[in-house]
T-cell receptor, first 112, second 116 residues
Framework: GEDVEQSLFLSVREGDSSVINCTYT??????LYWYKQEPGAGLQLLTY?????DMKQDQRLTVLLNKKDKHLSLRIADTQTGDSAIYFC????????????FGTGTLLAVQP | NAGVMQNPRHLVRRRGQEARLRCSPM?????VYWYRQLPEEGLKFMVY????????ESGMPKERFSAEFPKEGPSILRIQQVVRGDSAAYFC??????????????FGEGSWLTVV
């Protein structure tokens, strides 16, 4: 199947760390992505990780990949109110097409 | 602005009319995707095209929807005889397979279609 699963909602306090989890389906996926969507806006590519890596860090963002369990997580350090948005994980589907399969999205609410 | 450009940003159509959404890929990109986001849902893949060729249309509804990417000009997603259930945000994305950045897929700001 093509279901990528995420928890629907996460609430954190400003300054805390946020961890958003994702479970994907295709073991042959080559790349996994995190996108951010603010209300009424498009998708902003935050970061991506190649499937032969288990961790990638980019400033406040840390991506962890457990390929055995097909589990991907995004950690946001020192979460700010401007980080409030919906976060989507996506896997690049194996095969001839490069299409991305998206998760349902996690709404991150940052409390001041 | 060298990003993915979509227009119109917002479109209102009456039931039965046609909707045309346009997308110009990022500079240097030769392939475009169309995705649909229904209210309160994630993005669903519709179609993947390169100029004058449809690569994967496995996500396109069988009727009323069509997409093209001509040799010149933007990619167009066309919805004929729109119904209320077509109300959604339609996102275009682009990439350049085989390039050093071929693993990065950038999205436009979306076109919000409302059918009344």
């Amino acid at each position: 199947g093509e279901d990528v699963e995420q928890s629907l909602f996460l609430s954190v306090r400003e300054g805390d760390s946020s961890v958003i989890n994702c479970t994907y389906t295709d073991s042959s996926s080559t790349y996994l992505y995190w996108y951010k969507q603010e209300p009424g806006a498009g998708l902003q590519l935050l970061t991506y990780i190649f499937s032969n890596m288990d961790m990638k860090q980019d400033q406040r963002l840390t991506v962890l990949l457990n390929k055995k369990d097909k589990h991907l997580s995004l950690r946001i350090a020192d979460t700010q109110t401007g980080d409030s948005a919906i976060y989507f994980c996506a896997e690049k589907w194996g095969g001839a097409t490069n299409k991305l399969i998206f998760g349902t999205g996690t709404l991150l609410a940052v409390q001041p | 602005n060298a990003g993915v450009m979509q227009n119109p940003r917002h479109l209102v159509r009456r039931r039965g009319q046609e909707a045309r959404l346009r997308c110009s890929p990022m500079k240097g990109h030769s392939h475009v995707y169309w995705y649909r986001q229904l209210p309160e849902e994630g993005l669903k893949f519709m179609v993947y095209l390169q100029k004058e060729n449809i690569i994967d249309e496995s996500g396109m509804p069988k009727e009323r929807f069509s997409a093209e990417f001509p040799k010149e000009g933007p990619s167009i997603l066309r919805i004929q005889q729109v119904v209320r259930g077509d109300s959604a945000a339609y996102f275009c994305a682009s990439d350049q397979p085989g390039s050093t950045s071929g693993n990065t897929i950038y999205f436009g700001e979306g076109s919000w279609l409302t059918v009344v």
